[in-house]
């Protein structure tokens, strides 16, 4: 009990240092970083200065304390600045009270700090803490282990066997608790100046108000914005108080404090403003109310884009866009002209030729709702309600105020392009372009742009997919078979004596009998990944997606036999009928590497093989030249 008693002192002095580190790390923060680590070393040396004033003695001139948990700490969070200076001032205090340094006080104090700082160089290597902070720890516990086993015989106190688990332990989670209170707030720290980058070095105009509507952070961009040349000149003031246009503050002020008092947020808007320089500003702003964790709202956050020259462009855009738009319709385009209340100005025949069924509606003095609703009743456009309701007409007037072209499919198969123009005295021009012959023209190059991607993939003789299409479907083919893990396999099948049946019937015949064979062939895949290509001269090659090697034997059997029941005449073939050899490779579904050479190669030596053992045959490769063969 004593021993605790004692001991209270010190828990104190690491419970204060628990207690006010948040207001020594924020006044640390705004110093250099040599500054900061000597700061932090010299704070942790003197609380283990305090710690041994305050020292329990265990009699014997044996004392015990917590200086080597501040000294450990100082070194894993300080470096080897801050540990030589915690451990020069808990030195300097040792020799200040007096006496020889017992049993190598000194030197623990040193290794204690050493030991903090091997924690420090471990957690800059790994970019982790908690590792080095549970070691450090745990070398501190040790360390005083040792320092306690180390006392002679005749100075142990009596009980010395209850006391040191008690003070390793002590030891132990003084230490932790010391290090996770630092890395919190060292990472708590870093968090907040990652923020602060980010919002200072922003382009945009970005900054932080309290409830009164005073200025708490704000980037360079709003100081120069008010006429200041720093941030911090504006900080605690208001708008009115900053700027010196009052009428535009009071407007910005009210805005804001109706945001904050409603809690309700403003993104996107359009805001001109006056800046100190008298140049006037249009700011794409966003406002969002800052809540307290118990739902108050304590603040405003907010970002204003500068966006007077982007909206300038596109307004010269938009113009000329207008203007090319309005000439291009008086030469060949339908055009009409409705005034401010809606009615019919003019319009030219191209305008009514557009709308052949409703052209009787189009006439001068009718309002544009009705010439809407002839054009519903009459069918005349597709995407038109029979019966359009009031608000689906003025949906429509909208889309036009938004100067945005609309394509229109009619009736009759034609479509046009219809967009208006708002003059300044809020008069609509609407133009109307017969867009069929383009349609009808893009359509034509899609489809011969598709006739062209199926004439290129093919080969011309067979029908089926050519040696270049073939290679790429087949690299596509071994990768998704690859991610899903299934097997793919390939038959590589080549015409027995094929040059031959040239010899004997000529090339034309020869070409009638790759016919034959094709249209064999065309049958043989079953999903949708299986694929037939001519891989050359009187060779073909099937791709046979989600088949292991046994299916694709049979797959290959299959084939054999009904190229042989085609029974095409081949004298100079020993079977006296066209038949052919097939090669079969597969990858199995464990396989992870699938290379489209080394299938290829294998599916090879399986066929030569097949040729080797008297052809008419299907060998599947099994690893080698000496291939088994399946069938014949």
Same mark, same amino acid.
């Given at each position: 009990?004593?021993?605790?008693?004692?001991?209270?002192?010190?828990?104190?002095?690491?419970?204060?240092?628990?207690?006010g580190?948040?207001?020594?790390?924020?006044?640390?923060?705004?110093?250099?970083?040599?500054?900061?680590?000597?700061?932090?070393?010299?704070?942790?040396?003197?609380?283990?200065?305090? $710690?041994?004033?305050?020292?329990?003695?265990?009699?014997?001139?044996?004392?015990?304390? +917590?200086?080597?948990?501040?000294?450990?700490?100082?070194?894993?969070?300080?470096?080897?600045?801050? !540990?030589?200076?915690?451990?020069?001032?808990?030195?300097?205090?040792?020799?200040?009270?007096?006496?020889?340094?017992?049993?190598? !006080?000194?030197?623990?104090?040193l290794?204690a700090?050493?030991?903090?700082?091997?924690?420090?160089?471990?957690?800059?290597?790994?970019?982790?803490t *908690?590792?080095?902070i549970i070691?450090?720890s745990?070398?501190?516990?040790?360390?005083? @282990?040792?320092?306690?086993?180390?006392?002679?015989?005749?100075?142990?106190?009596?009980?010395?066997?209850?006391?040191?688990?008690?003070?390793v332990?002590?030891?132990?989670?003084?230490?932790?608790?010391?290090?996770? *209170?630092v890395?919190?707030?060292?990472?708590?720290?870093?968090?907040?100046?990652?923020?602060?980058?980010?919002?200072?070095?922003?382009?945009?105009?970005?900054?932080?108000?309290?409830?009164l509507? %005073?200025?708490?952070?704000?980037?360079?961009?709003?100081?120069q914005?008010?006429?200041?040349?720093?941030?911090?000149?504006? +900080?605690?003031?208001?708008?009115?108080?900053?700027?010196?246009?009052?009428?535009q $503050? /009071?407007? +910005?002020?009210?805005?804001?404090?109706?945001? =904050?008092?409603?809690?309700?947020? =403003?993104?996107?808007?359009?805001?001109?403003?006056?800046?100190?320089?008298?140049?006037?500003?249009?700011?794409?702003?966003s406002?969002?109310?800052?809540?307290?964790?118990?739902?108050?709202?304590?603040?405003?956050?907010?970002?204003?884009?500068?966006?007077?020259e982007? &909206?300038?462009?596109?307004?010269?855009?938009?113009?000329?866009?207008?203007?090319?738009?309005y000439?291009?319709?008086?030469?060949?385009?339908?055009?009409? /002209?409705?005034?401010?209340?809606?009615?019919?100005?003019?319009?030219?025949?191209?305008? %009514?030729?557009?709308?052949?069924r409703? !052209?009787?509606?189009?006439?001068?003095?009718?309002?544009? %709702?009705?010439?809407?609703?002839?054009?519903a009743?009459?069918?005349?456009?597709?995407?038109?309600?029979?019966?359009?309701?009031?608000? @689906?007409?003025?949906?429509?007037?909208?889309?036009?105020?938004?100067? &945005? #072209? %609309?394509?229109i499919?009619?009736?009759?198969?034609?479509?046009?392009? =219809?967009?208006?123009?708002?003059?300044?005295?809020?008069?609509?021009?609407?133009?109307?372009?017969?867009?069929?012959?383009?349609? =009808?023209?893009?359509?034509?190059?899609?489809?011969?742009?598709?006739q062209?991607? #199926?004439? $290129?993939?093919?080969?011309?003789?067979?029908?089926?997919?050519?040696?270049?299409?073939?290679?790429?479907?087949?690299?596509?083919?071994?990768? &998704?078979?690859?991610?899903?893990?299934?097997?793919?396999?390939?038959?590589?099948?080549?015409?027995?004596?094929?040059?031959?049946?040239?010899?004997?019937?000529?090339?034309?015949?020869?070409?009638?009998?790759?016919?034959?064979?094709?249209?064999c062939?065309?049958q043989t895949?079953?999903?949708?990944?299986d694929?037939?290509?001519?891989?050359?001269?009187?060779?073909?090659?099937?791709?046979l997606?989600?088949?292991?090697?046994?299916?694709?034997?049979?797959?290959?059997?299959?084939?054999?036999?009904?190229?042989?029941?085609?029974?095409?005449?081949?004298?100079?073939?020993?079977?006296?009928?066209?038949?052919?050899?097939?090669?079969?490779?597969?990858?199995?579904?464990?396989?992870? &590497?699938?290379?489209a050479? *080394?299938?290829?190669?294998?599916?090879?030596?399986?066929?030569?093989?097949?040729?080797?053992?008297?052809?008419?045959?299907?060998?599947?490769?099994?690893?080698?030249?000496?291939?088994?063969?399946a069938?014949?």
């Open positions: 009990m004593w021993f605790w008693q004692a001991l209270i002192v010190n828990l104190a002095i690491a419970a204060i240092f628990i207690g580190w948040q207001y020594v790390g924020n006044w640390l923060d705004h110093r250099s970083m040599p500054v900061r680590k000597v700061s932090f070393g010299a704070i942790l040396g003197a609380l283990a200065s305090v $710690a041994m004033i305050f020292a329990v003695e265990l009699g014997n001139g044996i004392f015990f304390d +917590l200086r080597l948990s501040f000294l450990a700490v100082s070194g894993l969070f300080g470096g080897p600045l801050a !540990a030589g200076t915690s451990v020069m001032l808990a030195v300097l205090t040792r020799v200040a009270l007096g006496g020889p340094a017992p049993l190598g !006080a000194d030197g623990l104090m290794v700090g050493l030991l903090g700082v091997a924690g420090n160089y471990m957690a800059r290597k790994t970019l982790r *908690v590792p080095p070691a450090v745990i070398a501190s516990a040790l360390l005083v @282990w040792v320092s306690f086993s180390l006392i002679p015989a005749d100075k142990h106190h009596a009980d010395i066997g209850i006391i040191l688990p008690q003070a332990g002590t030891i132990l989670m003084t230490t932790l608790a010391l290090s996770f *209170v890395r919190n707030r060292l990472q708590s720290s870093d968090e907040r100046r990652l923020l602060l980058a980010a919002l200072l070095q922003s382009p945009d105009y970005q900054f932080v108000k309290d409830r509507g %005073r200025f708490v952070l704000a980037n360079s961009n709003v100081a914005f008010f006429g200041s040349t720093s941030a911090s000149d504006i +900080l605690g003031k208001t708008n009115t108080e900053a700027s010196a246009y009052h009428d $503050a /009071m407007r +910005l002020h009210e805005n804001e404090q109706y945001l =904050m008092r409603t809690g309700t947020s =403003m993104e996107g808007m359009e805001e001109t403003l006056v800046g100190s320089n008298g140049e006037t500003k249009l700011f794409s702003s406002k969002i109310p800052v809540f307290s964790s118990d739902g108050r709202v304590i603040g405003l956050a907010a970002t204003a884009r500068d966006v007077t982007q &909206r300038k462009f596109e307004a010269e855009i938009e113009h000329n866009r207008s203007i090319l738009d000439a291009l319709s008086e030469m060949s385009d339908g055009l009409a /002209m409705f005034d401010e209340n809606g009615l019919l100005i003019l319009c030219n025949e191209q305008f %009514r030729s557009c709308f052949p409703t !052209a009787h509606a189009i006439a001068a003095g009718v309002h544009y %709702r009705d010439i809407f609703r002839s054009l009743a009459s069918g005349e456009e597709l995407n038109v309600p029979a019966e359009p309701s009031d608000d @689906w007409i003025e949906e429509f007037v909208t889309s036009l105020q938004q100067d &945005r #072209a %609309r394509e499919p009619l009736g009759n198969g034609h479509w046009l392009r =219809m967009k208006a123009r708002w003059t300044a005295e809020n008069k609509a021009i609407v133009t109307v372009s017969d867009l069929t012959e383009m349609k =009808m023209a893009n359509q034509a190059l899609l489809t011969l742009t598709d062209l991607k #199926a004439l $290129a993939a093919t080969d011309g003789l067979t029908g089926l997919m050519n040696r270049r299409e073939f290679d790429a479907s087949f690299e596509a083919e071994l990768r &998704r078979s690859e991610r899903s893990k299934h097997p793919v396999s390939l038959l590589l099948i080549d015409i027995d004596h094929f040059k031959s049946f040239n010899d004997l019937y000529g090339h034309l015949a020869g070409d009638d009998c790759l016919r034959a064979i094709s249209s062939l065309k895949p079953r999903r949708p990944g694929l037939a290509a001519r891989f050359g001269g009187e060779e073909f090659v099937i791709i997606s989600d088949t292991d090697a046994p299916s694709a034997m049979k797959v290959a059997e299959d084939l054999r036999r009904r190229l042989v029941d085609l029974s095409l005449i081949h004298e100079g073939n020993e079977e006296g009928i066209v038949t052919a050899s097939i090669g079969v490779a597969t990858y199995a579904a464990e396989a992870e &590497r699938r290379k050479e *080394v299938l290829l190669q294998r599916a090879d030596e399986a066929l030569y093989q097949a040729k080797d053992s008297g052809r008419n045959r299907a060998i599947a490769w099994s690893g080698s030249r000496e291939s088994e063969r069938t014949g």
